[in-house]
């Protein structure tokens, strides 16, 4: 039996939670660095970096998942995985959609840089 080396929840820059070094590029650097064999960006409410984390990790020779992090209203969060891109990318655009739009509170949610 093969084992495999993986992480199918890894946040970039685009959730709230990751830093803001979490580019598509650093992710997979990061991923090849540690031996991982298969990957999953999974963005609060977004695959929109799912498209450039796949290019990197073909280059690294990776497999990558398009992903998603739902997160509902009631902060049920649920891991999406996706078989394509383009699927990842559909549901990304009907998530959008739902989104409650709202205007930033700088007061809240104001970026501390160190
Ligand atoms: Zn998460």
Redesign the pocket.
């Known amino acids: 039996m093969k084992t495999l080396e993986y992480d199918l929840?890894i946040?970039s820059c685009l959730?709230p939670?990751g830093d803001d070094d979490m580019t598509p590029g650093n992710i997979v650097g990061m991923a090849a660095l540690k031996g991982l064999e298969v990957i999953a960006v999974?963005d609060?409410n977004s695959c929109k970096n799912c498209p450039a984390v796949l290019h990197f990790a073909e280059e690294f020779g990776i497999l990558a998942i398009p992903g998603m992090?739902l997160c509902t209203s009631e902060e049920v969060?649920a891991?999406c995985l996706f078989p394509t891109l383009s699927k990842a990318m559909e549901f990304d655009a009907y998530v959008e959609k739902k989104l409650i739009p709202f205007p930033n509170n700088v007061e809240i949610w104001e970026p501390v840089y160190i």
């Open positions: 929840h946040h959730s939670c999974t609060h992090e969060h891991v």
